[in-house]
């Protein structure tokens, strides 16, 4: 192991200038200003070209073998040495930022290796301070005034790498957990009071309903078919399915990781979504997770037995009565469920529609091209509008097709309320995949 981690420790542990220069006993006084002004010129020429060759972040020096940023530095140190093999969401070629550096661990670590960094050069903390202390006695003998303190690694909270087996997914940061902001949609005279779906005599003449365009068509149709054969299936896994596996909020969550790999599942297959550049497309998956799972309830919610329907039975919703304590959290998610399958009933059409309005929403935190974003929210929003005035005319479609918009934007305080839930988990028993989507570390 080498002795040395970087070639100026000063700079790169401590965060300062090198500042040990020694005073001229009996030069000329314009010498010494012309010195001190060169001096001064090159240390800022230093400042502006050093950047981090791993994000693009301000760098001071050299660590491991090449020039860094301290959040990197500190990142390399923390997970070069692990035996754990990580994966890519995407395609392996995350873009690492200052902004998206977090986003990817897999990436980050990867170009890490790419520019040159060395993990041999890495110090055990023993080693460290033996290094630091040894720093600290050369400035004395050069009789430098300035006191410094051995640093610990900098406040960043770096994605860590949890041992994934199959899929991995980006960490979240604690605004990942603000849902999809509320859109203003105005609701109609005839929305508050709207009836269900079954008590509607739809009239039978053709001109009243819209023939949908064979485009529509068969946008709808592949979304449905994507839908449908992930978040739309029903999850067999016994420890989910078994009543008795919700003993407690810990539960509830780690109970949740199928629905949240099948919901990257889903948006893998979108077309649309690869439309996106990788950082949009994991911060849009960012704002979508607790209102994805809620939304997906309503799919498998029974209205008459208030419960999930499971391949061996149901789940009484009483569960989050049980698991959690929060007696107001049961009525409001339960209210939510039994409101939107009135009108939606069991049409996936309507819910795969709905899905990809909550995953395009260009309101989300870090959205890059906010634009291209919307353009595509607006095309299911369209769809949606166009499919519902085909199935129950022109004139209810001007009632429900607010209404279930509405319906989405009230996602945002359910979540909220549900996100509030999460400060009780363990995190030492929950699974890694939902410490990462749900910042749980």
């Known amino acids: 192991m080498a002795d040395m981690e970087e070639t100026d420790p000063e700079w790169s542990e401590f965060g300062h200038d090198v500042q040990s220069v020694q005073q001229p006993s009996s030069s000329c006084e314009d010498e010494r200003v012309r010195k001190k002004g060169r001096l001064k010129d090159d240390k800022n020429m230093l400042k502006d070209d050093k950047l981090c060759r791993v ?10 073998n090449a020039i860094t940023c301290e959040s990197c530095k500190a990142f390399f140190r923390r997970n070069a040495l692990k035996d754990q093999k990580t994966s890519c969401l995407f395609d392996g070629n995350c873009p690492i930022d ?5 986003f990817c ?4 670590l990867k170009r890490c290796f790419d520019i040159g960094m060395k993990k041999d050069m890495i110090l055990d903390e023993t080693e460290r301070r033996a290094r630091m202390a040894k720093v600290l006695q050369n400035r004395q003998k050069r009789g430098s005034k300035q006191v410094f303190d051995i640093k610990s690694e900098p406040l960043e909270i770096d994605t860590e790498m949890p041992d994934q087996s199959s899929e991995s997914f980006p960490s979240l940061s604690s605004s990942s957990l603000q849902p999809i902001s509320s859109w203003a949609i105005p609701l109609s005279p005839t929305t508050k009071g709207i009836k269900p779906v079954e008590d509607l005599t739809l009239p039978t003449d053709p001109d009243l309903y819209r023939t949908l365009s064979t485009e529509d068509q068969a946008v709808m149709s592949e979304l449905t078919e994507i839908y449908q054969s992930t978040l739309g299936e029903v999850i ?3 420890k989910v399915t ?17 629905a949240v790999r099948r919901l990257i599942s889903f948006v893998k297959k979108l077309n649309d979504f690869r439309l996106l550049c990788q950082a949009d497309q994991i911060a849009a998956l960012k704002a979508c997770i607790l209102n994805t799972l809620l939304l997906r309830s309503v799919t498998f919610y029974h209205v008459e037995k208030d419960a999930w329907i499971t ?3 149901v789940i009484p919703t009483s569960i989050l009565k049980s698991a959690t304590g929060f007696i107001e959290l049961h009525d409001s998610h339960t209210k939510y469920c039994r409101s939107l399958k009135a009108v939606v009933k069991d049409d996936l059409h309507i819910m795969a529609m709905l899905q990809a309005i909550v995953i395009f ?12 974003v919307s353009d595509i929210q607006d095309k299911y929003i369209i769809l949606l509008k166009h499919y519902m005035e085909s199935i129950w005319t022109f004139e209810y479609a001007r009632d429900y097709y607010p209404f279930v918009l509405q319906k989405i934007a009230e996602l945002k305080g359910l979540s909220e ?13 929950i699974e890694p995949l939902m410490l990462e989507v749900l910042n749980l570390k």
């Open 311 to 313: 391949p061996t039975g």
């Open 105 to 108: 661990p897999h990436c980050r």
């Open 98 to 102: 200052v902004r998206t550096r977090r």
């Open 242 to 258: 078994d009543e008795n596996g919700y003993e407690n909020v810990n539960d509830l969550v780690n109970n949740s990781e199928i």
């Open 236 to 238: 067999t896994d016994k």
């Open 361 to 372: 929403n260009p309101d989300g935190q870090n959205i890059i091209s906010r634009s291209t």
């Open 417 to 429: 309320e549900h996100a509030s839930v999460l400060l009780q988990v363990n995190p030492n028993k």
């Open 55 to 64: 994000c693009g972040d301000k760098a001071l020096g050299y660590n491991f």
